[in-house]
């Protein structure tokens, strides 16, 4: 029979994790015929008693297995540890929360059998999200989209369904800093969306506040694009283009007529704007270049502590 392994990664989910499993197992038995489930909890240095239910649960069941890490590396380390540690034909990759229904898993299976290579899910509304989160969400698939070659779907939730050889492929792009939603979009393949209707957290609460979520769309900005380069150096040009026409305009003045000193005041703005441009120039470069530092680092994404 063939094996579908399933990855969730876990921060501070001692309330979620029974509860996914129950509704999980339900799925596993409709579909026992076709398909034998492989769970794989990745703990992501949660501060509560993730860890010990995980340790419960695998001693539990035989196909429920946990990788724990010395501290919190964020979702995408453990994404990617849990990725690593899968060998079955189809892999899933799905939150702990509930959020990501379990019982999608058989339309989804259904899919993959037609012959696409991923099945995604994406979120059909917004519905219960604070309205500034949705706009800046809305913003950001938008902006993504027109700078970044690689598309990015709107609302698409890392809850996917995916042959053996796309994760392969997603496992072959050994970059350090990892920007999930973009390497899953950039690896291509056959992707069939499934649309399903925004649901809440079955208990705990998000790990993502505003800032971080701002500070996730940046990184997705600057692993995924480098138009923000390209703004600073197009600026950058036409700005010194029309200094040097202004310039000439200038020498040409006081020739012709002299020139009686005045508009220092425009003088001033002037050379606050154009410094102020080179500084956002070079915060920009700044960026890009802390993430080649990091890169050349080649420090493991993760570190296990434990397994089970
Ligand atoms: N998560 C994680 N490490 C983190 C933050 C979150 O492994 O540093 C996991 C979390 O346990 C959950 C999933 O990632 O299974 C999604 O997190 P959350 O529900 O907080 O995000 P949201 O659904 O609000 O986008
Ligand atoms: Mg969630």
């Known amino acids: 029979m063939k094996k579908l392994s399933i990855v969730i990664p876990c921060y501070n989910e001692e309330k979620t994790i029974i509860p996914f499993l129950n509704a999980c197992k339900k799925v596993e038995e409709r579909m026992s015929d076709e398909l034998s489930f492989d769970y794989i909890f990745v703990n992501d240095g949660s ?22 890490f010395s501290r919190n590396f964020g979702k995408e380390a453990a994404l990617l540890a849990g990725l690593e540690a899968t060998d079955g034909e189809f892999i899933t990759v799905m939150d702990a929360d509930l959020q990501d229904p379990p019982e999608l898993l058989q339309e989804m299976y259904n899919k993959i059998k037609e012959g696409y290579d991923v099945v995604g899910t994406r979120r059909a509304d917004r519905k219960g999200e604070p309205i500034i989160r949705s706009f800046f969400a809305k913003t950001f698939y938008w902006l993504i989209n027109k700078i970044s070659s690689t598309e990015m779907v709107d609302g698409a939730r890392d809850f996917r369904l ?50 971080s979520l701002l500070r996730y769309s940046m990184d997705g900005f600057i692993n995924f694009s480098e138009a923000p380069l390209n703004i600073a150096t197009w600026t950058g040009s036409v700005s010194f283009i029309v200094s040097i ?31 102020g441009l080179q500084l956002l120039a070079l915060g920009i470069i700044g960026k890009y270049i802390a993430k080649i530092f990091l890169e050349t680092k080649k420090r493991p994404v993760y570190i296990i502590k434990e397994k089970g």
């Open 47 to 68: 501060k509560d008693g993730t860890l010990e239910i995980l340790r419960e649960i695998s001693s539990k069941f035989k196909n429920t297995h946990y990788l724990s």
């Open 162 to 211: 995916m042959t053996r050889q796309v994760v392969d492929s997603i496992l072959e792009l050994n970059e350090v800093n990892r920007f999930s939603k973009g390497l899953f979009a950039w690896v291509g393949y056959n992707v069939y969306y499934i649309s399903y209707e925004n649901r809440d957290r079955v208990a705990g609460e998000t790990s993502w506040s505003f800032w």
């Open 245 to 275: 026409f202004s310039i000439l305009f200038i020498v040409c003045r006081k020739l012709l007529f002299g020139d009686p000193v005045t508009g220092w005041a425009s003088l001033v703005s002037i050379i606050l704007f154009i410094g």
